[in-house]
C-alpha cells in the first residue's frame, strides 16, 4: 500500500494548461475519487500519476520516492482505464495471469495466484471462458483481476463502470468497496457518477478547470461546500441558489418580487444563497413570502421532486413526499429551513 504525494503538478499540452498546481497527499491505504465536469483534468492526473503522462512541472512522490521520473512499470501502480481491453484469444485465467508469465514467474505460482484473484473475484467457475462468452460486469471483474494480480501499491481506476448498465454498475460499486475494504490498497477512481463518489469515497477531490476546488469527505462536501461550484457539483438534483443581497443585516432574494427572507446574518457580502431540495417545505401560498408555481413534478417511487418557478432564472427544486400528487401549474409558497442555508459572496467563497 503507498502513500502518495502529489507536488505542484502542472501539465502543459503544448499552450493547453491541463493541470494548473496541484498538491494533493493521499494517505496510505485511503480510497480517492476524482470528480469533475469533462475536461478538467482528471484523466490527465491519473496518466501522470500513473507515469503514462509526464509531468510539466512538479513531482510524484509515492513512499516517499520521487517517482516523477521513473517509468510507469517502476511505480507499482496498476491502472484499469473505462475500456478495458481483454486479449480476445486467451481463457479468463490466461488475461488475469498474463503480466506474470511476461514477466517469467514460474507456472504453478501463477495459477495459484490466478486462482487465489479468481476467487476473490468470483470469476473461479468460469476461468476457462473467453472474454467473448462474457457479460459486460464479468469482462469488467477480469480487467480488475489482472491489475490486483501484480500486487500493486496502488489502484488507479479511470471512469471502470460507465460502459455497464445500471443493475451492473450497483453490482460492480459493491464489489470494489468490498475489495477495497479486504486489501486496503490505495485507490484512486475518477467517475462522473455521484453514488459512486459518494459511497466509495473515504474524500472526494473535486477538480475544475485544472485546479482543486475541494477535497473532503462526501459528508464535509455535502453539507459544507466551501464556493459555489462544490455547492452545485456534490448533489443530485443540484442545490438550489438564489441570488441575493443584504442590508442592515436583512437578507433580499433578487427576483422579479425581491422577496425578503428573515434571516439574521453578520456578514454583509453576501450575494449567493443556496439550499438544498430537501431542506425547503412547501406550504400555502399565503402563509409565507416566497411562493411560486410548480412546472414540473417527477415522481421516482421512493422520492419526489418538484420544480418551481419563483421567478429566478433557475426553478427551484424542492424534494416532496412521495405518497402525495403535486398538482402541476398549482402556486405554492416555499419555507426554508434556516439552519440549512449556504451563503456564497460575490467571488462564489463560502462566507461564515
Ligand atoms: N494529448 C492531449 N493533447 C492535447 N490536449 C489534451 C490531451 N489530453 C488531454 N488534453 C486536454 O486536457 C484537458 C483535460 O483533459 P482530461 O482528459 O484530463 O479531462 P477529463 O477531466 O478526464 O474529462 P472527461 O470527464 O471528459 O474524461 C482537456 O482540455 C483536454 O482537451
Ligand atoms: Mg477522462
Not at 502518495?4 to 497527499?25: H, P
Not at 513512499?63 to 484469444?89: I, K, W
Not at 455521484?194 to 475541494?214: C, F, H, P, S, W
Request: aromatic share 6%; hydrophobic share 40%; with cysteine.
Amino acid at each position: 500500500m503507498a502513500a502518495i504525494q502529489l507536488r505542484a503538478i502542472e501539465k502543459w499540452f503544448d499552450d493547453v494548461q491541463a493541470i494548473k498546481g496541484i498538491n494533493f497527499d493521499i494517505n496510505e491505504g485511503e480510497f480517492i475519487v476524482l470528480v469533475g465536469p469533462s475536461g478538467c483534468g482528471k484523466s490527465t492526473l491519473l496518466r501522470v500519476l500513473a507515469g503514462l503522462e509526464e509531468a510539466t512541472f512538479g513531482e510524484v512522490i509515492i513512499d516517499g520516492e520521487n517517482v516523477t521520473d521513473r517509468l510507469p512499470s517502476e511505480r507499482g501502480l496498476s491502472m484499469v482505464f473505462q475500456s478495458y481491453a481483454l486479449y480476445p484469444h486467451m481463457t479468463v485465467a490466461e488475461n488475469i495471469g498474463f503480466s506474470l508469465k511476461n514477466s517469467g514467474v514460474a507456472r504453478e505460482e501463477i495459477s495459484t495466484r490466478v486462482e487465489k484473484i479468481a476467487k476473490t473475484l468470483r470469476l473461479e467457475k468460469l476461468i476457462e471462458r473467453f472474454p467473448k462468452q462474457l457479460s459486460g460486469g464479468q469482462r469488467q471483474r477480469v480487467a480488475i483481476g489482472r491489475a490486483i494480480i501484480r500486487q500493486p501499491k496502488g489502484f488507479l481506476f479511470d471512469e471502470p463502470l460507465s460502459n455497464l448498465d445500471a443493475a451492473l454498475r450497483v453490482n460492480m460499486r459493491l464489489e470494489i468497496s468490498q475489495l477495497h475494504k479486504r486489501l486496503g490498497i490505495t485507490t484512486v477512481y475518477v467517475t462522473h457518477d455521484q453514488i459512486e463518489a459518494m459511497t466509495l469515497a473515504d474524500r472526494i477531490v473535486v477538480l475544475d478547470n485544472g485546479k482543486i476546488m475541494q477535497a473532503g469527505s462526501p459528508r464535509t462536501l455535502y453539507n459544507r461546500p466551501q464556493n459555489k461550484f462544490v455547492a452545485e457539483f456534490i448533489g443530485s438534483p443540484q442545490m438550489n441558489l438564489m441570488p441575493c443581497e443584504v442590508k442592515n443585516g436583512e437578507l433580499t432574494l433578487l427576483c422579479p418580487k425581491r422577496q425578503q427572507v428573515e434571516l439574521e446574518v453578520q456578514a454583509s457580502e453576501i450575494s449567493w444563497l443556496g439550499i438544498r431540495p430537501e431542506h425547503i417545505t412547501l406550504c400555502k401560498p399565503e402563509k409565507t413570502n416566497l411562493s411560486g408555481e410548480i412546472i414540473v413534478a417527477e415522481y421516482l417511487g421512493s422520492d419526489q421532486f418538484v420544480y418551481i418557478d419563483c421567478g429566478f432564472e433557475n426553478m427551484l427544486t424542492v424534494r416532496v413526499d412521495p405518497s402525495k400528487d403535486w398538482k402541476t401549474n398549482s402556486k405554492v409558497g416555499l419555507n426554508f429551513d434556516s439552519e440549512a442555508l449556504h451563503l456564497f459572496n460575490s467571488n462564489g467563497n463560502r462566507v461564515e
